[in-house]
């Protein structure tokens, strides 16, 4: 069993930074494939940025060269720096855990077995 909670989140003008956190609680010592998504009102949930267990990374168009995923040497926290936030990166962050991974297919929420609650990032221009 997996358990994730992210912190982080809150209100922060354009250009401005944030750095969402997710904590991992698991029951046994396997690693997961994890994720950032993101989806706002009326719109579909988006792949934001991957890591894996090695941490290999990747970003969606939208948010690379202002975006890093990254996680600490236990694996137990995940965190997303998000910089020169832009308005339409306001949205509920959901961090992810997938107990395996098939190439090119990271940002597929259906991989995704465990989710949290979500933080919410509010970009004001």
């Known amino acids: 069993q997996v358990q994730l909670m992210e912190s982080g989140g809150g209100s922060v003008q354009a250009g401005g930074s944030l750095r969402l956190s997710c904590t991992v609680s698991?029951?046994?010592?396997?690693?997961?494939?994890m994720a950032w998504f993101r989806q706002a009102p009326g719109e579909e949930r988006e792949g934001v940025a991957y890591?894996?267990?090695?941490?290999?990374?990747n970003y969606s168009d939208s948010v690379t060269g202002r975006f890093t995923i990254s996680q600490d040497s236990t694996g137990n926290t995940v965190y997303l720096q998000m910089d020169s936030l832009k308005s339409e990166d306001t949205s509920m962050y959901y961090c992810?855990?997938?107990?395996?991974?098939?190439?090119?297919?990271?940002?597929?929420?259906?991989?995704?077995?465990?989710w949290g609650q979500g933080t919410q990032v509010t970009v004001s221009s």
């Open positions: 890591i894996s267990p090695r941490g290999g990374t």
């Open positions: 698991r029951d046994t010592h396997i690693s997961n494939f």
């Open positions: 992810a855990a997938a107990p395996v991974m098939y190439v090119g297919r990271w940002s597929d929420e259906r991989l995704y077995k465990y």
